[in-house]
Each structure stands twice: as structure tokens, then as C-alpha cells.
């Protein structure tokens, strides 16, 4: 009968996990909405349809239709009209020809996120009347972030009281002849964690009330069709068994959990079933997570994180009750307290040894979910608010460090002399960087809160820096060409060019002006368009050209009558705020640390994960006690070694080359064209020929054929691969290698005249 009712919780937690795990989305965003967003109608649809990337709860969500001035138009109910109830629709009444602004507001199944949005459509007239752009916001509520805290930390006090009980405390003294004044300590410390794991009790159901006080304020849970509809959602239901599963837990600890009759009551079932109480709490954090809104790999997703927050909880909590435990031993006298210091850091060295290294690699797996990549790392509001909290986490598992590697020996030193003059200053310095590291483990769980809440970083939008107007101005051969771009962030802009000669007048014989936009990151082809003449040397070119983050290249052509091609060359930077501006306006370290870690990809991951292989091994073979406690850290570091020689494998073998980190240092001037021209002239006419068609004297005698630079052959290649090609040549061709004639820097001109001859070309053939 006890072992059954050990095994019920488990099997009630398992069935529990088992019914709740769906593949969803996190904020529900719109994937598809008919009329689209900006559209420009001449017969209107029958229903306005939105489809959401995950279920929504329809008599909690809206959609709305505004004309231009504002008011109203009265529409159909919202309905779903797809079995999985992610496709939202409002049928439409006889419309006025007009602009029409859609505003819409959702409830997510999952974990209670509210999202909103708008976008404007057209019937028979422009939809820019209205907006032009599709908006969409997550609203972050300060109350649910606040309550998924509370949460959190009251779990880690639950969880804290049994687990340092059970797992470090009771196996120092279980089988040790304790004293009359250590008993006490015993007694005392069981008393005290009860209190503590009643508050923690208190705590989660601030965050229950927090819960309902901050969804009843949109969504006004008091009416009893609302409370259904919201009880009906995944959220509500874990509210629920949130608050069951608390409910048990107070009955058990304030009924079962008894130490009045001493001692004897400190390691009974009770004490069991608290563990796994705790355990089942932590679980309904997890099927509520941006985890549990992934549609691959769910149940692997949801587990992780479960154990990232088991990790976190036996952490944190077992870190406040170690701090406590110090602080109550104070009264011992030096060898008895010398001796229970040493033993707890002896057992909870091992215990937070694996909780960490658990939280680093599902930490590592869960970043990889839901940040997005390097960019939304830096760039969005959770992944700044991530990396604010792996800030926060370096500084106790630094002291943890500190602890194992320097105050664990001193306490083996004061163990074996508890009389010397140092015992009582080693033992207090001890005591308080368990503190600080407490301290910091609790706000750890704020940002953990907090992150909970965010719209995560790969749904959601950067963090753009204000719009405005960004001005470069370029002298090429006779001509000055000045272009202002707005709004200057990444997407949609309007490149102003204004062309003025030598003496500042405006030119107004240009034929054509075309601009050519390359993505110097990597290799992803170039786009081009023509400007539209304004007249008095003025043309505007709008569209979608810079819409990667990074460095580009802008390059300007201006055709003449009687003349050649006029070239203005521009490098620019769409910086993680979505900002563009001239590279050389200053070095951004976020933006350098994604870019850097953008271009290798994964070799300095790789390499990183490889490093927190090592480095844990040596960790896990100072921190463990026994051999069972060393098989479990070096399996993380085992993983984690296998993790990262992966991908350093996969770097090596299939995105290594040469060129790889090759970066052009020159900007396509007149002067460095020039430069390149003379050195084409003089060593590649024989193969390619006077206009790189591959066509020279010697190309008939040569298998394979040399490349036509004219055909668009260097828009498939970065420049560092041009630049190693002429410097190594190229195996099984009769490309030479010219590394003993040019220098670097002529190679880099060379680079920048063989993409002249290609621009040249396109130009040519855009104009006939």
C-alpha cells in the first residue's frame, strides 16, 4: 500500500503529460488572412477570414472592421471554420468603396497570452489611406509576469524543503550519533522548512489569484460563459490543476508533514509525496511554456523544458535551505559546525553540480527553440532579456566555482584543525557566498518569469530603432551622387539619389540610373531596379532591397550618352534594430558578436559547446562524491562533447572554405576599379578577355572553358571567393595561382573590377 500510494503522484503526473501535449504556437500571430493586409479589392469576399499559426479561444477573441474615419461596421459573429480552430472568420456586410482598417485581438489555448493586431485593406481605393503597414503586438503583462515569478519561486521553496531534506541533509545525519545540541539543529531546521514551504504554498496562490485577477480584467471571467470558455483552454485547465495539486500540497504538509513527535517524523512517505507534489507543480509550468506551442517535437520539447525547470527549482531551493542550514549551525561549537559545513558542501556540491549542468544543456536545446538565431539573440526583447539572465546565472555558478574549487579545500583544512584561528573567518565567508549566490538564484527566477511571458524571439519582431533618413554621398569620376534613404530600416525604403557635376549643378542627361543592392554576408545573388527620373537630376527607387541584417553593398549606375558607365559604390549596415547606416559609422559589440557568429555558424557554436565539455569534466570530477554522482556529470559533458565535435565535423567537412571570414576591405571606387582594370588588363585579357566574356585569345585552347565574368558567373560567389581564387587559383582548371605576383590588396581591386564587369553587363541588357 505505501509503495502504491509513492507511485500514484507519478502515474497522475505521467497521465497528465500524456493528455496535454499538443503541437501549438506561442502568441498566436496571423499566418494568412483574406483580404491580405494592404490589399487593393474590387469585389469584396463574403467573410473576413484570419488564420492563426494555434488554436484560439473564439468567445475571448475578436476580429473588427473601422472605416477611415473610425466607426464601426457592424459584422457577422466570430467563428471557426477549421477543425484544429486556428482559422478565424466575421462575415462581411455590402461595403462602400473605401479604405477599411481590420483590428482583430486573440486568446491563445495554451498559456493565456492575449495578442492584437491590425492591417488595412482597400475597396475600390487604396488601403494606404488608412495604415500601411500589417501590425501585430504581443501584449506583455507586467501582473502575469509578476505571477509566473511567484510561481516559480514558490516551487523552488517547496521544492527546496523536500528535495534538501531528503537528498543532502537526511543522508549526513541518518546514520551519524548526533548530539544533544545537534538533534536540536536537526528538529529546528525541519521546523523552519516547513514554514518556509508554507510560504511557498502562499506564494504560488498570489500567483493563481495574480492569474485570474490579470485574464478576468480582459476577458471578464465573472460572467459564467466566460469562466467556461476559459476554463475549457489548456491554460485554464492548468490553472486549475495548478491549484489542485497545491491544494494537496498544503494538506499534505500541514497534516502529514509533522515534526512534534521529533525526529523519527523527518523522513516518512510524507516527505515523498511533498517531492513529488513539487514535482507535478513544476510540470504545469512546462505544458504551459513557448515549449508546449511547438508543432515538431513536442513532447521531447515539453520534457526538456520540464527538466530545465526541475533543474532550476532543486537549485535554487536547495541553495536558500543550504544558506539557512549555515545560518542555524552558527551556534554549533567549531568542530561539530566544521564538520556539518564540509559534509553539506560535500553533498550539495554533487546535487547543484548536476542541476546546473542540466539547466546549461536544456537551457542550450531551448535557446536553439525559441530564440531564433544570433540576430534575434541580440535583437529581440527576449533574447536581450535571455542574455541578461545567463548574465545573472554566471555569478553564482561562478561562486559555486569558488566554493568547490577554493573554500571546499579550506574546509577540509578547518575540518581536520577545528581549533585554529581561522576556522570561525572561513566558516562565516562561507555562509555568506551561499547567501549572495541565493540572492542571485532568486532573480535568476524573475528573468525566468519574465521570459515566460515574452513573445519569443523567433515569432517576434526586432527591436527597430526609431525610423529616420539615412544620407551617403559617393564622388564618382565627374559626378558627386547623393542618396538619402527613409525610412533607413530594414524592409520597404525609398533611395533618393540626387546626381550633381563638379560644379554642383544638377545632371540631367543621365539616360537610365539603375541601383544594384549585394548582401556581403553571404552568397544570396545581387537585385537591382531602375530608378524612376524625377527631373533636375533627382530619381527614386522604392522596394523591399535591404532586407537581410548586415553589411551591403549599394552600387549606383549611371548611363550617359557618349560616355561610359558612371559607377558610385556605397557600403551599408542593417544593423539588429532593423537601422541602416554607413558601416564606417561605428562598431555596435551585439551587432559584431551576431554577425561574427552568424558567419561561422556552427563552428564557433561547436567550438563553445566543446569548451563546456572540458571544462565540466573537470567540473564534475572535483564535484562528485561517489561514483553514481560522477557517471551523471560526465554523461552532460560526454553529450555535451558529442553535441559539439557534431557540429565542428559538420563545419569542417561541409561549410569550412578558405574564404569563409574573407571580408572585401575595399570599397568599388574609381580609384580602386581602376587600379583593378590595370591588373585585369595586364594579366587576365589572354583567357577572359577585354570584357571578361571568357572569350581572350587562349580560351579555345583551354578545358574548361575560362569563366564570362558577364554572365553573371560572380553573383553566385562571395568575394572572398574571388579573392582566394586568384591568389590559389583553381584545381583541374588552367585558373593560375597568382598569389607570388599580387599583394592582397591588388587582389582585393581585382575583385572589385571583375564585379564591375558584371554590374556592366546587367545594365546593358536591363537598358535594351
Not at 549599394?554 to 537601422?579: K, M, W
Not at 551585439?590 to 569534466?617: D, H, P, S, Y
Request: overall charge negative; some cysteine; proline content about 4%.
Amino acid at each position: 500500500m505505501k509503495k502504491f500510494r509513492r507511485t500514484l503522484p507519478l502515474l497522475l503526473i505521467a497521465g497528465l503529460l500524456w493528455l496535454w501535449v499538443q503541437p501549438v504556437f506561442a502568441h498566436a500571430v496571423p499566418e494568412f488572412s483574406n483580404p491580405a493586409p494592404n490589399a487593393l479589392l474590387d469585389e469584396l469576399p463574403d467573410n473576413l477570414i484570419i488564420q492563426f499559426n494555434e488554436p484560439i479561444v473564439p468567445e475571448l477573441s475578436r476580429i473588427e472592421l473601422l472605416t477611415q474615419g473610425g466607426e464601426k461596421v457592424e459584422t457577422g459573429p466570430l467563428q471557426l471554420i477549421d477543425a484544429n480552430g486556428r482559422t478565424a472568420a466575421v462575415s462581411l456586410p455590402d461595403l462602400n468603396q473605401g479604405a477599411y482598417l481590420v483590428s482583430w485581438q486573440v486568446l491563445s489555448t495554451v498559456d493565456g497570452h492575449t495578442t492584437s493586431g491590425t492591417f488595412a485593406f482597400g475597396y475600390g481605393v487604396a488601403a494606404t489611406a488608412v495604415a500601411s503597414e500589417s501590425t501585430v503586438i504581443a501584449q506583455l503583462s507586467v501582473l502575469s509576469a509578476v505571477a509566473r515569478w511567484l510561481t516559480l519561486t514558490g516551487i523552488a521553496l517547496l521544492m527546496g524543503l523536500f528535495a534538501f531534506r531528503l537528498l543532502v541533509w537526511n543522508p549526513i545525519v541518518a546514520d551519524v550519533d548526533l548530539e544533544a545540541e545537534e538533534e536540536a539543529l536537526d528538529l529546528k531546521l525541519a521546523q523552519i522548512g516547513i514554514r518556509v514551504g508554507i510560504a511557498g504554498i502562499v506564494l504560488i496562490g498570489l500567483g493563481l489569484v495574480i492569474i485570474f485577477i490579470d485574464q478576468n480584467r480582459t476577458y471578464d471571467l465573472l460572467q459564467t460563459a466566460n469562466l467556461q470558455s476559459w476554463v475549457g483552454t489548456r491554460f485554464g485547465t492548468m490553472w486549475l490543476t495548478r491549484f489542485l495539486l497545491l491544494a494537496l500540497s498544503h494538506f499534505n504538509l500541514s497534516l502529514f508533514v509533522d515534526v512534534k513527535n521529533g525526529r523519527k517524523e523527518l523522513r516518512g512517505w510524507e516527505w515523498w509525496l511533498g517531492l513529488v507534489l513539487a514535482v507535478g507543480l513544476s510540470l504545469t509550468v512546462s505544458l504551459i511554456s513557448h515549449s508546449a506551442a511547438l508543432t515538431e517535437e513536442t513532447t521531447q520539447a515539453i520534457l526538456i523544458d520540464w527538466l530545465h525547470v526541475l533543474a532550476a527549482v532543486v537549485w535554487v531551493g536547495g541553495l536558500l535551505f543550504l544558506a539557512i542550514s549555515l545560518w542555524q549551525a552558527r551556534t554549533l561549537k567549531n568542530e561539530p559546525r566544521a564538520w556539518l559545513n564540509l559534509s553539506l558542501i560535500l553533498n550539495f556540491s554533487a546535487i547543484a553540480a548536476i542541476s546546473v549542468g542540466l539547466l546549461l544543456t536544456s537551457g542550450g536545446y531551448l535557446a536553439a527553440k525559441h530564440v531564433g538565431g544570433w540576430t534575434e539573440l541580440v535583437g529581440t526583447a527576449y533574447g536581450l532579456l535571455l542574455l541578461g539572465k545567463i548574465g545573472l546565472a554566471l555569478l553564482p555558478i561562478a561562486i559555486a566555482g569558488i566554493n568547490l574549487l577554493f573554500v571546499k579545500p579550506r574546509l577540509s583544512a578547518v575540518y581536520d584543525a577545528p581549533e585554529n584561528e581561522r576556522t570561525p573567518r572561513v566558516l562565516r565567508g562561507f555562509g555568506r557566498l551561499v547567501w549572495l549566490e541565493t540572492a542571485v538564484a532568486l532573480l535568476i527566477l524573475l528573468a525566468a518569469g519574465v521570459l515566460t511571458d515574452l513573445q519569443r524571439g523567433v515569432d517576434a519582431p526586432l527591436l527597430a530603432d526609431a525610423p529616420g533618413q539615412a544620407t551617403v554621398t559617393q564622388a564618382a569620376e565627374d559626378l558627386q551622387v547623393e542618396m538619402a534613404i527613409e525610412p533607413a530600416l530594414v524592409g520597404n525604403n525609398s533611395f533618393d539619389i540626387r546626381i550633381t557635376d563638379e560644379n554642383g549643378e544638377p545632371v540631367t542627361n543621365a539616360e537610365q540610373v539603375s541601383v544594384r543592392y549585394t548582401f556581403l554576408g553571404q552568397s544570396i545573388g545581387s537585385s537591382s531596379g531602375e530608378a524612376e527620373n524625377l527631373g533636375n537630376g533627382r530619381y527614386r527607387l522604392e522596394g523591399s532591397y535591404i532586407s537581410l541584417i548586415g553589411t551591403w553593398q549599394v552600387e549606383v549606375s549611371i548611363r550617359r550618352p557618349d560616355t561610359f558607365d558612371t559607377f558610385a559604390a556605397f557600403r551599408l549596415e542593417a544593423g539588429v534594430g532593423g537601422n541602416i547606416r554607413e558601416l564606417d559609422s561605428g562598431v555596435r559589440p551585439l551587432e559584431a558578436f551576431a554577425k561574427f557568429m552568424n558567419r561561422t555558424g556552427r563552428g564557433a557554436t561547436g567550438a563553445g559547446i566543446v569548451l563546456f565539455a572540458l571544462l565540466w569534466g573537470f567540473v564534475g570530477i572535483r564535484a562528485a562524491k561517489n561514483e553514481g554522482q560522477l557517471v551523471v556529470l560526465l554523461a552532460i559533458s560526454l553529450v555535451c562533447f558529442w553535441l559539439g565535435g557534431s557540429q565542428l565535423f559538420t563545419f569542417f567537412t561541409v561549410e569550412y572554405t578558405p574564404a569563409k571570414f574573407a571580408t572585401n576591405p575595399i570599397l568599388p571606387d574609381v580609384e580602386s576599379v581602376a587600379i583593378g582594370q590595370e591588373l585585369f588588363n595586364e594579366n587576365c585579357i589572354a583567357c577572359h578577355g577585354p570584357e571578361g566574356r571568357g572569350d581572350g585569345p587562349t580560351a579555345l585552347t583551354l578545358n574548361p572553358p575560362p569563366a564570362d565574368f558577364a554572365a553573371g558567373h560572380t553573383a553566385t560567389h562571395t568575394d572572398g571567393d574571388l579573392f582566394y581564387w586568384i591568389l590559389q587559383g583553381i584545381e583541374e582548371t588552367a585558373m593560375p595561382a597568382f598569389g607570388e605576383q599580387f599583394t592582397e590588396e591588388q587582389a582585393w581591386h581585382l575583385v572589385n573590377y571583375v564585379r564591375r564587369l558584371s554590374v556592366r553587363e546587367d545594365t546593358a541588357v536591363s537598358s535594351q
